[in-house]
């Protein structure tokens, strides 16, 4: 069912992968982001991030950033084709994925799992970047049903001397091979009967807007779902009557709640934690808001309603966030947020604390059984509700486009 190929992929010379390689797409805040493009010139955050080149008022950063570093010889092609084997390792936790170039087709896309709707505007905005590029600037992540034989493949790489290795700018340790059994592993692939996207507008981008039926080859990781870990979902509000909003918090709070309670940040089922500013103190360098964290429970599950509708985050949009919005006065500017849990909670209650933001959420991490429950009744949640690991470092595998 699923057709993959070697590719020559552009990647960084072993002696720059750290400096160029950068956490991918949308996985840090614009504030944060601007500042490691500042911190980190040769970061491909400039490449994928159209609001950081538009927030440093240079919109073709991208492209003289990629044209600079092939002529540096910075980035180089491959010379020949190759399925690579990629690890990312950090905190002691390994994980392994192929990276192959896969046939995409009309039809490859209705047999494909997925868990969160498209941003039409990414998508849009990232047709732009890589048609501009002449190359995909990002790889995509699919995750496939448990296959011993498969991931014990991808895993046996990984005893070969390596193409690149290198300790990342997060952290973690990052390693490539190439990848000899491909016979096998095209065999392996193709007889997978469904793949779950992780990670992957980018995947969408030529299909929505080339105007082509033909199928064409698009760079891609293929992951064990058993291997890969949800993170917590995670609200931003700004803007609005926080007033309007606690009273509609209150009505959701639960009995035994308690400010501050140690395991904040880690709601159980069924709970969510809030965070708001409170009154202002004195410390030095003047007066500063501080709030505090509350758990209160969510609102219950309804009867007759699909599992998606059900899922936790959305009863509390549903229960909370919408009705909210429409009591506000209509010219209020209210933006919801989806952050990432790389944003930690200290960083999350420094947004509210400083008046960036009004609220912070944090919602317990939900299971990949509910999660492909949902997948499997055709059904999506939010954009950016949830965020997996492993990801690709973005600027570590670039396909060109043909």
């Known amino acids: ?25 949308m996985r840090l805040t614009l504030k944060d982001a601007a500042q ?8 491909w955050l400039q490449v994928i991030r159209a ?7 240079l919109p073709h950063a991208g492209i003289s950033l990629f044209e600079r570093m092939k002529s540096a010889k910075w980035i180089c092609q491959d010379t020949q084709p190759h399925m690579y084997a990629y690890r990312h390792a950090r905190a002691g936790k390994k994980t392994v994925s192929l990276i192959a170039a896969m046939e995409m087709s009309p039809s490859i896309f209705s047999t494909l799992l997925r868990f969160q709707k498209s941003d039409e505007e990414a998508v849009r905005q990232t047709w732009l970047r890589d048609e501009a ?3 995909h600037a990002e790889i995509p992540v699919l995750a496939f049903h448990p296959n011993e034989e498969l991931s014990d493949l991808i895993q046996s790489v990984t005893n070969e001397r390596p193409l690149t290795h290198f300790v990342g700018k997060d952290g973690a340790t990052h390693t490539v091979w190439t990848c000899k059994e491909t016979a096998r592993l095209t065999e392996l692939i193709g007889e997978l009967k469904s793949l779950v996207i992780l990670s992957g507008d980018e995947m969408f981008a030529r299909a929505t807007h080339a105007g082509n039926s033909a199928s064409v080859l698009r760079a891609v990781a293929f992951t064990a779902i058993e291997r890969v870990s949800i993170r917590a979902s995670r609200i931003l509000v700004s803007g609005g009557d926080a007033d309007l909003l606690e009273k509609h918090l209150s009505e959701f709070q639960d009995s035994n709640v308690c400010d501050s309670p140690e395991n904040v940040g880690d709601p159980p089922a069924g709970f969510f934690d809030t965070y708001m500013a409170g009154t ?3 410390q ?4 500063v808001a501080t709030g505090s964290w509350k758990r209160r429970r969510l609102p219950s599950i309804k009867a007759g309603n699909s599992v998606a509708a059900n899922w936790p985050r959305t009863r509390f ?3 909370v966030i919408t009705p909210w919005i429409g009591a506000c006065d209509s010219s209020e500017k209210i933006k919801i947020h989806s952050m990432n849990s790389v944003i930690s909670l200290a960083q999350l209650t420094k947004f509210v604390d400083s008046g960036e933001a009004q609220a912070a959420f944090v919602f317990a991490i939900p299971s990949m059984d509910d999660l492909l429950e949902i997948a499997q009744s055709n059904e999506t949640i939010p954009h950016h509700a949830i965020t997996f690991s492993p990801v690709i470092p973005s600027g570590l595998f670039i ?3 043909v």
């Open 284 to 287: 030095a360098g003047g007066a």
């Open 51 to 57: 609001d950081v080149r538009e927030k440093l008022n």
């Open 36 to 43: 490691k493009v500042e911190a980190f010139p040769n970061s």
């Open 399 to 401: 396909q060109s486009i």
């Open 133 to 135: 590029l002449t190359a």
């Open 1 to 25: 069912m699923f057709k993959i190929h070697p590719f020559a992929a552009f990647r960084p010379i072993a002696a720059k992968s750290a400096e160029i390689s950068c956490e991918p797409g």
């Open 317 to 319: 949009e549903c229960a």
């Open 280 to 282: 202002e103190s004195t």
